[in-house]
Structures are given as C-alpha cells and as structure tokens.
C-alpha cells in the first residue's frame, strides 16, 4: 500500500514537498516514481527514483522538481518549487514490482490514493 500526502492550495512560484510512505512490502530494491493528471488530460511522468538512486525527471518539471527516496523509511518524496498554474493535478506515487529493473515504458503495479495539488495565479 502506497500513501500519499502533502497536496493543498499554493500560489504561483511557491514551493510544496509531497510524500509518499509504502507499508506492506519494502520498495528498496525497486523503483519508485510521480506521476500526475490534471482534469481532462491523460496521467503524466513527473519522475522516478530507482534503487540505486539514480533519477529522471519528465521535461515539464526538469530543474524545478526533486525527487528523494528514504531507503530506510520506505518512502519517496517529490519537492516541487516554482511551481506554475499548469501543475495543478492530482499526483500519484507508484511502486514498481520489478527487482533491480527499470525502463520508461514499463507499468507500475502498485498506486497511491492520489493528493491533489493546486496552484493558483
């Protein structure tokens, strides 16, 4: 189970930091990543923190968004600063089923709940 929390209302240009806590199973030797979706629009890549640590990030939030894993604690964080309009969205945490294997167009079998973020002019 993956459990999301840290969405609300900003402005623009402010900074928020979502989490995201996995109980059940341990994530330490899988990847982990963000993804959102905005009202009308298809789910998007934001980023992804594999078990080695290493880390991409989707076009849209390069050099604004960070993402963070805490191995110890089973979680994975996004920080988000200069957030815009356009990033209003409800963002997902996903955990992979895959031991020590990543690509880009592979699925996530496991979701969080979703926390919605909501930027504003």
């Known amino acids: 189970q993956l459990q999301a929390s840290g969405g609300g209302v900003v402005q623009a240009g402010d900074s928020l930091r979502l989490s995201c806590v996995a109980s059940?199973?341990?994530?330490?030797?899988?990847?982990m990543a963000w993804f959102r979706q905005a009202p009308g629009k298809e789910r998007e890549f934001v980023a992804v923190?594999?078990?080695?640590?290493?880390?991409s990030y989707g076009d849209s939030v390069k050099g604004r968004f960070a993402i963070s894993r805490d191995f110890a604690k089973n979680s994975v964080y996004l920080q988000m600063d200069s957030l815009k309009p356009e990033d209003t969205a409800i963002y997902y945490c996903?955990?992979?089923?895959?031991?020590?294997?990543?690509?880009?167009?592979?699925?996530?079998?496991?979701w969080g709940q979703g926390t919605l973020v909501t930027v504003s002019s």
């Open positions: 923190n594999t078990w080695t640590d290493r880390k």
């Open positions: 059940g199973r341990s994530f330490s030797s899988n990847a």
């Open positions: 996903a955990g992979s089923d895959r031991f020590r294997y990543y690509d880009d167009t592979m699925p996530f079998a496991y």
